[in-house]
C-alpha cells in the first residue's frame, strides 16, 4: 500500500501499490480521485466530473 495526498482536503489516501494510471479511487472527503504516475511514482489528481449534468 502506498499512502498519497488528497489534493482536496489534504488527508492521507491509501492506494494500493500496483495502482494503475487513471484508476478512481473515493476518499473519505467525498472528492473522487484519479491516480496518476510521475516517473515511478504514484499521485493523485481530482477527477473529472463526467456525467450528472451534460445537457438533456
Ligand atoms: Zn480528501
Redesign the pocket.
Known sequence: MVVLK?P??G?D?TVEDDALPGELVE???G?QLEVVKNGDKLSLKLAEQVGEDWGE
Open positions: 488528497c482536496v482536503c488527508g489516501v476518499h473519505e472527503c472528492a
